[in-house]
């Protein structure tokens, strides 16, 4: 969890009841639901944005084969030689 072990939340858990009055828990728990709350939202609206970006990109993949296979198709009939007729029946 937020990487500390269990034992170090615990030693945190009984310095903060040593520390804190009896009478400001309760604040302190809201507080603390507060925050809960708040990092799980973040997370949420991160992991939202990433489906999304990662829906984006998988929708722009095809789009690129194609442009790509187009932009080969043309360059390909560019590059081609040209037959060109001869000249040789005619007269000057």
């Not at 804190?20 to 939202?48: E, M, Q, T, Y």
């Not at 990433?50 to 829906?55: A, L, Q, S, V, Y």
């Not at 929708?59 to 560019?78: K, S």
Request: one cysteine or more; glycine letters at 4%.
């Amino acid at each position: 969890m937020f990487g500390i072990s269990i034992w170090e939340f615990l030693v945190i858990l009984v310095v903060a009841v040593l520390v804190i009055p009896a009478r400001h828990w309760g604040d302190v728990a809201k507080f603390l639901a507060r925050c809960v709350k708040f990092i799980r939202n973040l997370i949420w609206k991160i992991s939202d944005a990433t489906e999304n970006i990662r829906d984006q990109i998988d929708r722009e993949m095809p789009i690129d084969r194609v442009i790509r296979q187009t932009t080969d198709d043309m360059l390909g009939a560019f590059s081609k030689p040209v037959k060109r007729k001869s000249k040789r029946g005619h007269k000057k």
